[in-house]
């Protein structure tokens, strides 16, 4: 018996091996790449803008100095950001003709809490944000299962509890730093791209995946006033150190279907480093501009996808070559007091799509370009405040040119509405 077990596991690692080698997709995200286009709901109104003016407790994913531009005393920030991507894949078959597959995956939730308080020249305080919580789902039935009834998914998430300290060296200049405790976690239910099998680690979590990992990342930020009206913000977000994304699921065997169970490992799966510089004008009493741009290092983070597997033997490793490139994300935006506590927003993001055609897959399309964005403030009172934003990302349609084998290929489309609310409370 146990020499039976080594023959049929033998063929079974071979075709592994072989699909391994023949490449694996990654989880869709958006919005800027797989970094979401802002953070916090005033930020969201204005394309994303944050690193030169005051812009709440959002500014631990934005610019940490501008936490020192408040009043003295705590605050108590709940966040809430739904995205909803509308996203479908699609060929022109030789025999059966064009074929579509939309994404079932329309509605992604991502919550935020956060306390900071000020006192003397110093920030400080604690802040817990979902910062992913994307992806697609095409089920098991649309020409992407080829027929084998098995479910094509994928959706990765991104976490970050971090700690700001914030320190005003004067009256115009501020300088932060931060530590950031960051967990991510992943799904993916697919097949092969030589056909050989189907790979499936996936929890059915709409806030967790199956395979996951967590470590850490730091912040660095500074805050300028060259006068009442002018301000220039700086930040820099040191890309993550993540430890490996482990989970447990199955790989089932084509034709066949032989379900052998497997232990998965993403090698080496991290958010990027990202910098950039702002600027902030109160043009008069009513008006507030500000831009910011942003370099996101997708090139170095992004270069492969690395999928291991075990099933009760060594682990076997395979890459695919990502080769995403860098991207600068150029975001400007404006607010208006219609009263005063009332603040009407809109902004526009824009970045080049960073994923290259010859890599594009129908489980990743991260290539949201423009975003048009429209949001509302009120200060209500007695230290309450709410605020709402609404970006909407036009479809951006891309084609693979050998997506699904040479000379075969692949369209997907992608369009997207981002909502968040904000709720505060001062003391």
Known sequence: MPHAQTQAQ?????????ALIGGIALPAAATNGMNLEAYGAKAGGMGGASFAYENGNSAIMNNPATLGLRQEGGNIGV????????VATRMN???AGP???PSDGDQYWMPSLSYIRKSGKFTYGAGMLAQGGMGTEYGSSSFLSNGTGLPMRSEVGLGRLMFPLAYNVNDNFTVAGQLDYVWASMDVQMLMPDGSGHASFSDNNDFTGEAAGNGWAFK?????????ALAFGAAYHSKTNIGDLQGNGTFTMLPGGIQVPTQFKVVDFQWPETYGVGVAWQATPTLMLAA???????????????????????????????????????????QYMLAPGLALRAGYNHASNPVPDGTLNPLFPATIESHYTFGVGWNIGGGHAVAASLAVAPKVTR????MFGAGMPGTVSHSQKTLRVNYNYSF
């Open 79 to 86: 966040g809430l950001t739904l995205l909803m991507p509308d």
């Open 93 to 95: 078959h030789p025999l």
């Open 292 to 334: 910011d741009i942003k370099h996101l290092g997708w090139k170095d983070s992004m270069k492969d996808f690395r999928l291991g597997m075990n099933m009760g033997g060594a682990w076997m490793v395979g890459a695919m070559p990502q080769n995403w490139k860098d991207q600068t994300v150029i975001m400007i935006g404006g």
């Open 10 to 18: 033998h063929p079974i690692r071979t075709a592994l091996a072989a």
């Open 99 to 101: 074929m579509t597959a």
């Open 220 to 228: 660095l930020g500074a805050h300028y006033k060259v006068s009442s």
């Open 399 to 402: 084609t693979n040119p050998n």
